[in-house]
């Protein structure tokens, strides 16, 4: 899906006249941000997705992203990178999966059962482990979209 057309679906169940009141800006560029703007004669203009989108790709920091996520009450973790012979052994992945699930519930029980407690120190560390968990169970699932564990 293109940015215009994310930016005109969320639009209209608020309506322009509302957001570009909130945003300081007028109902006419609202309007231009929903159109394609891709091409020279194309009537849309550059809209906050695109340049937040060029922003990432000029920096490459992925705190951009990451922040963007937290303000929609998420959490963002990239895809991880698959590497081409990794992808054609299934156990590893399976064991690779299973592992990081140990390491989750290794960091939670040994977490709680020092004080009974969870603080925030370690929610940093179960929220670490839980990344790595949710990076191997992806890897896995591109692995398996892929094709890599189909018939030879």
């Known amino acids: ?6 930016l ?26 929903c159109q394609p703007g891709d091409e020279p004669t194309d009537s849309g203009a550059t809209n906050p997705l695109d340049r937040l989108a060029k922003i990432f790709e000029a920096t490459g920091d992925e705190q951009i992203i990451s922040w963007l ?3 929609a009450d998420g959490f963002y973790c990239p895809n991880p990178k698959v590497d081409e012979d990794a992808t054609k052994n299934l156990f590893a992945h399976t064991q690779k999966l299973v592992s ?19 603080c925030p ?5 179960i929220r670490r482990e839980w990344e790595d968990l949710k990076s191997a169970g992806e890897s896995f699932l591109k692995a ?3 094709g890599n564990f189909g018939k030879k």
């Open 121 to 125: 120190d370690d929610t940093k560390r």
């Open 100 to 118: 990081e699930f140990s390491d989750l519930l290794q960091i939670v029980s040994a977490t709680y059962s020092e004080d009974g407690e969870i």
């Open 144 to 146: 398996c979209e892929d």
């Open 1 to 6: 899906m293109k940015s215009h057309e994310v």
């Open 8 to 33: 005109k679906g969320s639009m209209e169940h608020v309506g322009v006249k509302t957001i570009a009141s909130d945003l300081g800006v007028s109902p006419s560029l609202l309007y231009k941000w």
């Open 69 to 71: 996520c937290q303000k």
